[in-house]
């Protein structure tokens, strides 16, 4: 069973960098699915897609995000993470870690495998 826990700072303050953290037990990210995911979703908004890596270690983005956005891994300690720059309140919401078998650019709960429970990230000064 795949399980999968987000971390990180709950507060950022507007034009800093946010750093989240996805956690993955149960399997391997360089052996396992091909679609390890960033979704978010802003107060009273649906879901929102921001990217993906998969166990090649591709990346892929949302193109509304793609210049502030980075995501990467750390294969020793089965992580993987978001960085988004230069944020503001507008990207305070909800941050999900998610993981599919194969990549996808789906914001559809149901069409992921596992989620994390999700992370509350508020920007403001």
């Known amino acids: 069973q795949v399980q999968l826990q987000e971390s990180g700072p709950g507060l950022v303050k507007p034009s800093q960098t946010l750093s989240l953290t996805c956690t993955v037990s149960g399997g391997a990210i360089t052996t396992r699915y091909d679609g390890w995911t960033w979704i978010r979703q802003p107060p009273g908004k649906g879901l929102e897609w921001m990217g993906a890596i998969a166990y090649s270690g591709n990346t892929y983005y949302n193109s509304s995000l793609k210049s502030r956005t980075s995501i990467s891994r750390d294969t020793s300690k089965n992580q993987f993470t978001l960085q988004l720059s230069s944020v503001t309140p507008e990207d305070t919401a909800v941050y999900y870690c998610?993981?599919?078998?194969?990549?996808?650019?789906?914001?559809?709960?149901?069409?992921?495998?596992?989620w994390g429970q999700g992370t509350q990230v508020t920007v403001s000064s």
């Open positions: 998610a993981s599919r078998k194969y990549y996808s650019n789906t914001a559809n709960r149901d069409d992921y495998d596992y």
